[in-house]
């Protein structure tokens, strides 16, 4: 068919009522009409196609006394077609309708598609709301309504065609797509869906909507470990994410309690790669969070910069290598083995006790494509790891922090984006 862009295509469930129909297609004067019908003995197919007199004008009447709808409403043959639908499925309804809605936006890419629920059985009106709410901008759905007598149908003659309001519905349900992978921590994909949506008009809505677009953005900042950033735009959302907050606070003031901090924070973000199925990502988190770990003891606890050791800060018997510059320095193994002999008894406990399982789970790190080998690390690979690292690791990490007195340790990042009222 050919199609302009100055009137619309419609869509018409067609039912026991032929005015309604009538009413929509003389209101909105399509280009083309879409009638979806029941076929057989019984199908409405027949107030579309019937020859002569095939329409009651009421219900009651003894026998038909108008043409078919397309006659009434003035259509050409050229001007419609029907899709058949079973009555009674809405999935079925459904798969048919959005296969018709895929072709005409294909065929007409930009063409406006009116969409009127207003006839047909239960399950037809079910189908196509839903399948126009799929379409999203790309159909507009209406229904006929006018003055009632009753809950049969409305008095003929005051019909009118009426935009359906389906812009909450629209919203929620594009809201809902978009916070999904809030449930695995994606706060990046979920700003980027919420970028691709219209603010919704009614304030309620709209206020939710920014709440969610700018905690996505915060969250997604956060995961990237630009803490300023997600500080700055959490902060109106205090009354919802006090808590986020008040541990920002600490990993964004320079003070005694901020590398601990960082390190708590360092050990989540590696748990939210893993759970991501991220083992490389996850794994390469991990040994930087020893390094960084030990870098922070020797210098908390025996004011050692391993970057800029001094002669005398060697233990007995250790050989350390220089750096360009000439300066002795200690990677995370040298660091961790100048633990076994200075800092606190329990710093010198753990780093002897734990310097084999160490050395083991490295293995893993130095062969991933993120270090110095060509193997993914596997699911099992990891497993070893969060087995070591939150049954030993964490528990002396926390520990360690805490005499640091640090108050607000970091807690895991949302998974769900809570149901407030802005």
């Known amino acids: 068919m050919a199609v302009s862009s100055s009137q619309p295509i419609l869509i018409c469930t067609v039912g026991g009522s032929h005015a309604p129909i009538v009413t929509s297609i003389r209101k909105h004067q399509p280009q083309f009409v879409w ?8 199908g409405s197919i027949r107030q579309i196609t019937g020859e002569g007199n095939c329409i009651k004008k009421s219900f009651s009447d003894e026998a038909p ?25 809405p999935d079925a309804i459904h798969q048919e309708l959005r ?52 809950l049969v149908q409305v ?111 360092l050990y989540l973000n590696l748990e939210r790669r893993a759970t991501r199925q991220l083992f490389d990502d996850a794994v390469a988190r991990a040994y ?47 660091a961790w083995t100048i633990l076994e002999s200075v800092g606190n008894a329990e710093t010198q406990a753990f780093a002897t006790s734990n310097a084999n399982p160490m050395l083991s789970l490295l293995t893993h790190r130095n062969q991933s494509i993120l270090a110095h080998g060509f193997n993914p690390v596997s699911k099992s690979n990891w497993h070893d790891w969060e087995k070591w690292l939150s049954g030993s690791f964490l528990p002396f990490l926390t ?4 005499r640091s007195s640090i108050r607000d340790v970091p807690t895991q990042l949302p998974t769900q984006f809570p149901e407030f009222a802005p």
């Not at 009638?35 to 019984?42: H, R």
């Not at 108008?66 to 029907?82: D, K």
Request: glycine fraction near 6%.
């Open 65 to 89: 006394s108008l043409p078919n709808i397309p006659t009434q409403a003035g259509l050409s043959n050229e001007q419609f077609s029907t899709r058949i639908v079973v009555p009674d499925d």
């Open 155 to 265: 008095t003929d003659g005051t019909e009118i065609p009426v935009r359906a309001n389906v812009e909450r519905i629209r919203f929620v349900q594009k809201r809902s797509v978009a916070l999904a992978p809030w449930k695995y921590f994606g706060y990046a994909e979920s700003a980027v869906s919420l970028e691709t949506m219209d603010a919704p008009s009614e304030e309620n809505d709209r206020n939710h909507y920014l709440a969610a677009l700018t905690a996505s953005r915060a969250f997604a900042a956060w995961d990237r470990f630009d803490h300023q950033e997600a500080h700055r735009l959490l902060k109106p959302l205090g009354a919802q994410f006090g808590k986020y907050l008040a541990v920002l606070g600490t990993l964004t003031r320079s003070q005694e309690t901020q590398a601990p901090a960082q390190l708590l924070d």
């Open 288 to 334: 930087r969070l020893l390094e960084w770990t030990a870098q922070w003891l020797l210098k908390r606890d025996a004011g050692i910069n391993t970057s800029d050791i001094h002669e005398t800060q060697i233990p007995a018997g250790m050989t350390l290598p220089k750096n360009a510059s000439g300066r002795y320095f200690a990677g995370l193994h040298n």
């Open 35 to 42: 009638f979806v019908c029941t076929d057989g003995k019984a």
């Open 399 to 402: 520990a360690e922090a805490k």
């Open 99 to 150: 296969k018709l809605l895929s072709e005409i936006t294909k065929e007409a890419p930009g063409v406006r598609i009116i969409a009127d629920y207003t006839g047909g059985t239960k399950s037809m009106t079910a189908a196509l709301i839903l399948t126009g709410l799929e379409f999203d901008d790309a159909v507009t759905l209406f229904m006929v309504a006018g003055q009632r007598m009753n």
